[in-house]
């Protein structure tokens, strides 16, 4: 009994024992495939190697710079939260690069696989012509199906650009992180995309796809982070995160989104989702008026703050807060949405557009300014299956040196929408505090307001930071210098400090089920 007790007790400390991580070299110009790749002189050659190896807890895996591959990398193994696996590049040469394009819907997927972290990389996917195809195609991909909880995903510092999928589809482009459940409800808890640069990608730039997101199928995905990208030329939206409950959507500057795809898009926004917190962004020269608003907070979704936010030479215009009609299964409405110490300065069409089933909204101490060309819609209301009720504006600054406007659509255009003076069938717009500086037409009743007619832009620094993004080298000083001039202009416009704020999620006391 005493030696089968010594037997268990070792055979039990055996599978105790923590098996060693390990680091393995790929380089595609001197590496062989047939070698243990433990050591850059016996480094693999090939990304199906990497593919088929069965990599373990705190595993890493090194990617040669200077190295191509016509193929692409799928990683299907977990780590844990204290030894994540980790894809990065190593060596002075350019960064290790993926061409996916004619031989794979992906560069890069993370599938099924949780605590991994991929950075370091140039991952594009390409078709003839360099035009949009007629197929899904992406960077990079996270997906999680039926698997419940998926932790611990970081996409960081890598260089996604010519991903040309389909603008038919919304679920397809630069980086895309998906959980679909059909059979078992699935979300990320812990994903974090941040410091990537895409550019020149169809249809969407960063976007979170959940099948978990109507009022009866909430499963929302939490800790979700996406910071400091740059994401530019884009077919579509620029960051769109889904289903999601306490996101962070902060410092990403998104240019020239809606660049080629048919139907609506807009630069920064959200769908289906709790206490999203949308902060210190830019964004700037989305290229459509079907929506075409920098920033729009969408469809069955509460307690969306925008804070702190740049919003610059959009063709739509600034904001849109929308939802379609309130439905038991699938919608709820757009509810208690907050934009709050904003700057706009250029924007085309709608500064504010308030579309559809929207209640318990605030537009706070934002200030706006419209230049001497434009002659925009300050304030409208829209209908989307109803009409909004109970938004208040309240001390914002609406600076206008051309022509601006206010009512309720009276008919369409296209993608342009008619008014006529007052708000109804809206209900309970009300003003209060605001200053309405220069030309203002159907300006709506604010007892506390400020009216000036003769107003004249002063002179201001809006030199606006740009980075080429054909040369990603220097990036990093750049998100610095951005940041910085964002914070500066930013307490110049506002007149105070600037005072960010934590994402929170939903508390247990107002979960939707």
Not at 413 to 422: E, K, M, N, T, V
């Amino acid at each position: 009994m005493w030696v089968a007790a010594g037997l268990l007790g070792v055979w039990v400390a055996g599978l105790a024992a923590p098996v060693a991580a390990e680091t393995y070299h790929v380089n595609a110009l001197t590496g062989d495939d047939r070698a243990d790749g433990t050591r850059p002189e016996r480094a693999w050659r090939s990304l199906a190697r990497v593919n088929a190896f069965p990599l373990k807890a705190g595993d890493k895996v090194m990617l040669t710079a200077g190295s191509v591959w016509r193929e692409s990398l799928t990683l299907t193994r977990s780590g844990t939260a204290s030894a994540p696996i980790i894809v990065a590049a190593t060596g002075q040469l350019p960064r290790p690069r993926i061409e996916a394009g004619g031989v794979s819907p992906h560069g890069v997927a993370v599938l099924n696989a949780e605590y991994v972290t991929v950075s370091g990389l140039e991952v594009t996917n390409d078709t003839p012509g360099g035009v949009a195809g007629t197929e899904s195609r992406f960077g990079i991909l996270v997906s999680a199906q039926d698997r419940g909880v998926t932790r611990g995903i970081r996409i960081a510092d890598t260089y996604v650009h010519d991903v040309r999928g389909t603008n038919a589809r919304k679920d397809n482009g630069g980086i895309v992180f998906q959980a679909l459940g059909p059979k078992r409800p699935t979300r990320f808890q812990g994903i974090t995309i941040e410091r990537n640069i895409v550019w020149r990608v169809d249809r969407s730039g960063i976007a979170g796809i959940s099948d978990q997101v109507t009022r009866a199928n909430w499963f929302p995905g939490e800790q979700v982070v996406i910071r400091d990208n740059l994401v530019e030329d884009v077919g579509g939206d620029g960051i769109v995160p889904r289903g999601t409950d306490g996101a962070l959507i902060e410092h990403n500057i998104v240019r020239q989104a809606g660049a080629r795809a048919p139907g609506y898009s807009a630069g920064i926004w959200q769908w289906s989702t709790d206490n999203s917190l949308i902060q210190l962004n830019e964004a700037a020269y989305t290229r459509t008026r079907y929506d075409g608003q920098g920033f729009d907070s969408d469809f069955n979704s509460r307690r969306t703050t925008l804070l702190y936010n740049f919003s610059h030479d959009n063709q739509g215009g600034f904001l849109l807060i929308c939802s379609p009609r309130v439905d038991d299964r699938d919608n709820l409405g757009n509810r208690g949405t907050v934009a709050r110490f904003n700057v706009s300065r250029n924007d085309g069409t709608r500064i504010f557009q308030l579309a559809g089933n929207v209640t318990d909204a605030l537009v706070e101490g934002n200030v706006v300014h419209v230049g001497a060309a434009l002659d925009v819609q300050m304030v409208v209301a829209t209908q989307w299956d109803g009409w909004a009720r109970d938004v208040r504006f309240r001390s914002n600054a609406f600076r206008v040196a051309g022509t601006a406007r206010y009512g309720r659509e009276a008919g369409r255009s296209g993608p342009d929408y008619l008014i006529q003076p007052g708000f109804a069938p809206a209900e309970y717009i009300a003003f209060d505090g605001n200053s309405f500086l220069g030309r203002h037409i159907g300006v709506p009743q604010d007892p506390s307001g400020r009216y000036d007619a003769t107003y004249v832009a002063p002179p201001a620094d809006w030199d606006v930071p740009v980075f080429d993004p054909a040369r990603p080298e220097g990036f990093s000083d750049f998100l610095i210098h951005h940041r910085s001039w964002m914070m500066t202009m930013l307490q110049r416009e506002l007149n105070a400090p600037v005072r960010l704020q934590q994402a929170q999620p939903i508390s247990l006391f107002e979960a939707r089920r």
